[in-house]
C-alpha cells in the first residue's frame, strides 16, 4: 500500500536529479600550459621577429638615410648601453611612479564621480556629456594650461595625468552602472537594503566589469598623458622619465635613442596591461562566465 | 485564553489582505487603471493562484504586496515578515555563488558568518542542490537557478532573532521561461517545499493547467482594469480535467470583452 505513495517523490527526485546533471552547462576544459604558451606567446613573439626581419631588409636595402632608419643592431646598442650604465631603470622608475601616482588620484577622483554622475539625474545632466567630451580630448592640450598654473614641476604633470585618467575612469563606472540589470537592484529591494547595502552589495560588484574596463583605459590615458607632459615640460628638476629620454633624442637628432625610447614606453603600456589589468579583468570576467573574450 | 488576547494576531486570520486596491499609474487623460478595486486574503499557509491574461495587473498586485510599489486607494495589511519574492528570471547575482547568493539576504539582515552558513546549507539542501553550493549562476541550469531563487527567497524570510513567524512567498510566474519538463518537476518541487515549510504562497501564473496542480484557491483576474472576477474554492479536490476546462472558458471569456474595445 505505501509503495505508490513511496515510488512517485523517489522517482521525481531522480527526474529531478537527471535533468540537473543534463541541463547544466559543461564549460571547456581549460588548455593545458604548453597549450595557453603556444597559443599565447608565440603570435606575439612571431610578429615581433617578422617586424624585426623586415625592418633589417628595409635598411639593408637603404632606401632611406641612416639617420632616418638606423639599424635594428643600433637600436639594440644604444638600449644595451642604457641597461649597462643602469640609467633606464631611472627613466622607468621616474615615469611609472609618477604614473602610478597619478592613477591612483584619478582613481580616488574618479570613483566617487562616476557614482555621483550615474545616481544623481542633476549631476549626469550638468556634467555628463561634458565628461565624455574630455575623454575625447587630448591631454596634451591640457600641458600649455598646467605650466602656467604650476610651472614646470611635478603639480603640472600630476595635474595633465589627473585629467587623462579621471574621465575614461568615471565614465567606465557609469556604463557599468548603467548596464547593471534592472531586475539585480529591484531583488535588493525585496529583500530589503538598504542604499548603501545596496551599493555595497549590489550596485558595485555587478558594475565591477564596466569600472575595470574604464580603469583600464584610465591607465593607458594616465601613461599616454604623462608621456605628453614629460616630452614638454622640462626642467632639471623634474627627472629624467621616458618621456623626457625621447626628447633628448629628438634634441641630439639620434634616430636610435628616438626608436629605443618609443619601444621602451610601448613595452612598459604593454607589460602593466599584461601584468596587472589582463588578470584581474579574466578573474572577474572567468567568475561571471563571460569568458569569449579571453 | 488565547481567544482573549487583542492584536492584531487575534483580529486577522490572514498572511496577508488587501481591501479595495486601486493602482492607476499617471495622472489625468493618459492614466492607466491597473488595479480596480481588489479585494483579496491569503490566509496562513495557503497556496493561493492569481490568474489573469497579460495586462490585468497581476505582477503590478505583486508588486503592491512586495512594497515595490504603493497602491493609489485602498489598504494592504501583512501580518507575515517581509514578503519574499521570486521573479520570472532567477536574477541569481552572476558574481556569486549559489551559497553566497543564498547567504545575501541573511547578510542583509544582519546574521552571522556562521549562522548564515548553516541556514544557506539547510535551504540549498531544502531545495536539492546541496551539492551545487560552490557553483556560480552561469554553470547552472535554468531550473538549479530557479531553486537557488527559491532558497534564497526563503532565505529572504529569515529575521535575526524571531523564528516562528509566519512567512510568505510572493511568486511572478516563476516558470514560465522553463522547458515543460523542468516546469513539471519545478511545479512538484515547489509544492513540496510549501508543505514542509507551511509558507503562505501568492502565485500568479497566466497558465491554467499550473494554477490548477498548484493552488488551493485560483482566482481569476480582468484584465485593464484588474478586478477579481471569480474564484474557486478547494481546488484540489476537483477533478483537475474538469476545472482547468471551467477556468479556461472563464478566462476566454474575460479576454474576448476586449475584443470590441
Not at chain 1, 626608436?259 to 572567468?286: H, W
Not at chain 2, 505582477?59 to 515595490?68: C, D, P
Given at each position: ?158 595635474f595633465v595625468v589627473l585629467l587623462g585618467s579621471v574621465p575614461s575612469i568615471a565614465n567606465g563606472l557609469v556604463s557599468g552602472i548603467d548596464q547593471i540589470p534592472p531586475i539585480l ?110 | ?211 490548477v496542480r498548484l493552488g488551493q484557491r485560483v482566482v481569476l483576474l480582468s484584465s485593464r482594469p484588474g478586478r477579481v472576477v471569480h474564484e474557486w474554492q478547494d481546488v484540489p479536490s ?8 471551467e477556468i479556461t472558458a472563464d478566462l476566454r471569456e474575460v479576454i474576448s470583452t476586449h475584443a470590441a474595445a
Amino acid at each position: 500500500m505505501p509503495q505508490p505513495d513511496q515510488a512517485a517523490p523517489d522517482l521525481d527526485e531522480a527526474v529531478g536529479a537527471g535533468l540537473d546533471r543534463l541541463d547544466a552547462p559543461v564549460g571547456p576544459r581549460p588548455a593545458s600550459l604548453r597549450r595557453r604558451f603556444v597559443r599565447g606567446f608565440l603570435p606575439p613573439v612571431g610578429a615581433l621577429v617578422l617586424l624585426v626581419v623586415v625592418w633589417q631588409i628595409l635598411w639593408a636595402a637603404a632606401f632611406w638615410p641612416e639617420t632616418s632608419l638606423p639599424a635594428p643592431l643600433d637600436v639594440w646598442n644604444e638600449f644595451a648601453g642604457t641597461v649597462a650604465d643602469g640609467s633606464v631603470f631611472g627613466f622607468i622608475w621616474t615615469s611609472v611612479h609618477r604614473a602610478a601616482l597619478g592613477f591612483a588620484a584619478g582613481v580616488v577622483l574618479g570613483t566617487p564621480l562616476g557614482v555621483l554622475v550615474a545616481k544623481v539625474r542633476v549631476v549626469r545632466a550638468a556634467i555628463g556629456p561634458l565628461l565624455s567630451g574630455l575623454q575625447s580630448l587630448p591631454s596634451v592640450a591640457w600641458v600649455p594650461a598646467a605650466v602656467i598654473w604650476f610651472g614646470i614641476n611635478d603639480g603640472a604633470i600630476y595635474f595633465v595625468v589627473l585629467l587623462g585618467s579621471v574621465p575614461s575612469i568615471a565614465n567606465g563606472l557609469v556604463s557599468g552602472i548603467d548596464q547593471i540589470p534592472p531586475i539585480l537592484p529591484r531583488v535588493g529591494k525585496v529583500m530589503g537594503a538598504g542604499r548603501l547595502a545596496a551599493a555595497r552589495h549590489i550596485l558595485l560588484p555587478a558594475a565591477l566589469p564596466g569600472f575595470l574596463a574604464g580603469l583600464k583605459q584610465g591607465w593607458a590615458f594616465s601613461w599616454r598623458s604623462l608621456m605628453a607632459a614629460e616630452l614638454i615640460a622640462r626642467s632639471p628638476s623634474l627627472g629624467v622619465g621616458l618621456g623626457t629620454y625621447l626628447n633628448d633624442g629628438s634634441s641630439y637628432n639620434s634616430m636610435p635613442k628616438v626608436i629605443a625610447a618609443i619601444f621602451l614606453i610601448l613595452f612598459v603600456g604593454v607589460a602593466i596591461e599584461l601584468a596587472v589589468f589582463r588578470p584581474l579583468e579574466r578573474s572577474v570576467l572567468r567568475a561571471r562566465g563571460l569568458t569569449g573574450a579571453l | 485564553m488565547t481567544t482573549t488576547l487583542p492584536g492584531p494576531a487575534a483580529t486577522t486570520s490572514a498572511a496577508v489582505h488587501l481591501d479595495g486596491v486601486q493602482k492607476v499609474f499617471g495622472s489625468g487623460g493618459g492614466a492607466v487603471q491597473a488595479l480596480d478595486g481588489v479585494d483579496l486574503t491569503v490566509a496562513p499557509g495557503e497556496f493561493v493562484c492569481l490568474l489573469g491574461a497579460s495586462g490585468c495587473g497581476k505582477t503590478t498586485l505583486l508588486n503592491l504586496v512586495a512594497g515595490l510599489d504603493e497602491p493609489s486607494a485602498g489598504q494592504i495589511t501583512l501580518t507575515t515578515s517581509r514578503p519574499a519574492v521570486m521573479f520570472q528570471e532567477a536574477a541569481l547575482m552572476p558574481w556569486l555563488t549559489a551559497t553566497r547568493n543564498v547567504e545575501l539576504p541573511l547578510r542583509l539582515a544582519g546574521f552571522g558568518r556562521s549562522e548564515r552558513q548553516e541556514k544557506a546549507a539547510d535551504l540549498l539542501e531544502l531545495v536539492r542542490l546541496a551539492g551545487a553550493g560552490r557553483k556560480r549562476p552561469h554553470e547552472l541550469s535554468g531550473g538549479m537557478r530557479q531553486r537557488v531563487a527559491l532558497a534564497r527567497a526563503l532565505a529572504a524570510t529569515h529575521r535575526v532573532g524571531g523564528d516562528d513567524e509566519q512567512a510568505l512567498l510572493l511568486m511572478d510566474e516563476p516558470f514560465a521561461a522553463l522547458d515543460a519538463i523542468t516546469r513539471d518537476v519545478l511545479q512538484s518541487e515547489l509544492l513540496r517545499v510549501w508543505r514542509s515549510t507551511g509558507t503562505s504562497v501568492l502565485f500568479v501564473t497566466h497558465d491554467v493547467r499550473e494554477a490548477v496542480r498548484l493552488g488551493q484557491r485560483v482566482v481569476l483576474l480582468s484584465s485593464r482594469p484588474g478586478r477579481v472576477v471569480h474564484e474557486w474554492q478547494d481546488v484540489p479536490s476537483a477533478d483537475p480535467e474538469e476545472l482547468a476546462e471551467e477556468i479556461t472558458a472563464d478566462l476566454r471569456e474575460v479576454i474576448s470583452t476586449h475584443a470590441a474595445a
